[in-house]
């Protein structure tokens, strides 16, 4: 049988809430073990965040999501005697990642330098706001700020100028997408020529580098691009209409598709219009545009025009809320919503990287209890001896 | 030196325009060697999309943005002798990417067990909007489409319900950059134990699992997560207020920073008031708390607010716009914003893979002309004999 592509290593996980979590959930999902390393009692404050799955505000259903599957080791790392415990774990580990606020790894004594002579081959990932270097490199950083500074937030929402956040944590996923790329890369740098790395991740340079577009457009006008709402920079008509009973997206995108439309929604003098003959010449009048095609939508349901449109060839789609994703066919058919082994009818996303003729993620493991994997841990992996544990527990080093 | 991670790796790049052309620009930046297969006499689609770095339109900054420093090589694929060129290119490749409709490889001859004939060791990956299995895979997909289905549009807008499109191509992007994560997986187990991958990323899958915090909300409650504008779904004050001259960003995401926060705009009674002591209060109540916040932000400037409340160490932010990071002292510092060789005064993003205490990217490369190393791909890598060359070129195989 085929391995999973990380079979075989050991990621240890000293990251919280969401950029450095995400991170090694794709590892994890990639077969790497992960061995998050949190502190007694309270764990990553992601266990703390809501929406709950029991009353009692115990079970987070926002950290299961993203921690399915990996092992909790809880360790007091202000501790000596648990430095020491993170120690021995750097040196039997290939991949080490932290999203602490630069400096404080330093502090925890765990420099560079030092994380390299415990372990010269190890991979060793810093993902933060602004990165490890620069004026702001210690600033705190959250991610509607770095929406906000980076650009995005400036792109994103309605046409008369009402700025909005992208509705998910978008500036934490992308430094944890490229976090991942980082430490690939690396490990497989290490296996063709050996020596480790030492990666320095930021949440702000990760979503200006997915701008693209606006960076060019920005650039080469005297304006800044502001939001468009649903329509696109360049390509008219690509947007949302209201339509009888919803909103749906009409994506015409070429002058054939557009006559096409044209006669679809009984406007076949449009097709003709001087002022709509080409994309160019729509999109710069879209204003003009905009209000016929708004015109025509509402006479019929969504469905109606789905039907209608599809055939013709047409791209054209329903804005889907979260409930929907729940029935379509077609994330059915690639277990985007697996459920997850401990909680009876709660799904989370599956892993989008889908290798062909090879197992897909059909479930997902538990998320860790914390501290549900100290003993083990410590026991197979360290090789602590019983009375080394029993001292450990008794000081309040580990739990 | 230390190498880069991915040199000596070679990429064959069928595909056009964002999603695929965007995860092996990823991949040039960590070193690898990418030579794009494009249609002889028009090439990528992005060569023809603005904005222009010239009047004649000849130069696209969109396509050179994202294809600095890849080799072009143009080739036929219609034509047997065309396949066979591209049959050469997979023999010596390591990676072949491509971004077609589904249907399109097999309709050209390069099936997965031809490619996996050709070169057992090759990583093949497809990127498309819907993937290669399911029902819908063979539909037309755009980024504002998969916005639409995928639930991201859904909670993206204004509070009052108005939803807009990411800014940014994010659905295309997200499944570069999980095609690039796919594909270094796949070549780190080839290097730990041989063998190939046949790698199949969508774009609806990448924008379903980044919605990460919005699926597990939609399930524990009736009514699906919508759009919020700004704010955040569990934190509060954590959004955008208008100030005198702008907007800009408030995120006192505790009780102890919504105390200090109300001491800095003299309304020092909403600290005490019962509505608004905890979290939980303060996001149920939101909509009494944000008018009587919404009064106090305008009367000072956006800078005057970033200098009070930062030493306060309330986070805050301004919104910035696209040319506002031409400016931007951390993004500098970074290499963020880097020059291209070959177009004075025009900036592309920087790679955001930082490896501390190695060479960082200042500087891209040229993007390809079309076709401009077809000759050089063909003799040094294929060893292609002058005469082969000739017929070719006067067959208009290669041009």
Request: aromatic residues 6%; hydrophobic residues 45%; proline residues 6%.
């Given at each position: 049988m085929t391995q999973k592509p990380l079979n075989g290593i050991r990621v240890i996980d000293l990251t919280r809430v969401l950029a450095g979590p995400f991170c090694t959930m794709v590892l994890k999902d990639l077969g790497a073990e992960v061995v998050k390393v949190e502190t007694p009692g309270t764990g990553d404050d992601a266990r703390h965040f809501g929406p709950f799955l029991d009353a009692g505000q115990e079970k987070s259903a926002y950290f299961m999501s993203i921690n399915a599957g990996k092992k909790s080791v809880t360790v007091n790392l202000k501790d000596p005697?648990?430095?020491?415990?993170?120690?021995?774990?750097?040196?039997?580990?290939?991949?080490?990642?932290?999203?602490?606020?630069?400096?404080?790894?330093?502090?925890?004594?765990?420099?560079?330098?030092?994380?390299?002579?415990?372990?010269?081959?190890?991979?060793?990932?810093?993902?933060?706001?602004?990165?490890?270097?620069?004026?702001?490199?210690?600033?705190?950083?959250?991610?509607?700020?770095?929406?906000?500074?980076?650009?995005?937030?400036?792109?994103?929402?309605?046409?008369?100028?009402?700025?909005?956040?992208?509705?998910?944590?978008?500036?934490?996923?992308?430094?944890?997408?490229y976090s991942a790329i980082g430490i690939l890369a690396a490990l497989f740098r290490r296996s063709q020529s050996g020596g480790g790395a030492r990666l320095d991740i930021a949440m702000l340079d990760a979503t200006v580098s997915v701008l693209e577009n606006?960076?060019?457009?920005?650039?080469?006008?005297?304006?800044?691009?502001?939001p468009r709402g649903t329509a696109h920079p360049s390509i008219t008509p690509f947007s949302a209409f209201k339509t009888k009973d919803a909103e749906m997206i009409v994506a015409a995108g070429n002058d054939r598709l557009f006559v096409t439309l044209c006669h679809a929604i009984e406007m076949p003098a449009l097709a003709s219009d001087d002022r709509f003959k080409t994309n160019r010449l729509r999109t710069d009048n879209f204003s003009e545009l905009r209000p016929l095609l708004e015109a025509a939508f509402p006479r019929e349901?969504?469905?109606?025009?789905?039907?209608?449109?599809?055939?013709?060839?047409?791209?054209?789609?329903?804005?889907?809320?979260?409930?929907?994703?729940?029935?379509?066919?077609?994330?059915?058919?690639?277990?985007?919503?697996?459920?997850?082994e401990d909680v009876p009818g709660f799904k989370v996303t599956g892993s989008p990287i889908k290798f062909m003729a090879e197992p897909d993620i059909e479930r997902k493991a538990a998320a860790p209890g914390l501290g549900e994997h100290s003993r083990e841990v410590l026991v197979q992996v360290l090789g602590y001896a019983e009375e080394k544990l029993a001292m450990l527990e008794k000081n309040g080093v580990i739990s």
């Open positions: 005697a648990g430095q020491e415990v993170l120690a021995d774990l750097i040196r039997r580990a290939d991949v080490l990642v932290e999203n602490f606020r630069p400096g404080v790894m330093e502090r925890l004594g765990f420099s560079d330098a030092r994380v390299r002579l415990l372990n010269p081959e190890i991979v060793f990932a810093s993902v933060s706001g602004f990165g490890q270097t620069g004026p702001d490199a210690k600033k705190p950083a959250y991610d509607v700020i770095i929406q906000g500074l980076s650009g995005l937030m400036s792109i994103t929402g309605t046409e008369d100028g009402r700025t909005v956040r992208v509705g998910a944590s978008i500036s934490d996923i992308t430094a944890g997408l606006a960076i060019a457009r920005g650039q080469l006008s005297d304006k800044p691009p502001g349901t969504t469905d109606f025009w789905i039907e209608k449109l599809t055939p013709l060839g047409i791209p054209c789609a329903r804005i889907n809320n979260v409930h929907d994703l729940f029935d379509a066919a077609q994330l059915r058919a690639r277990n985007m919503l697996v459920p997850m």
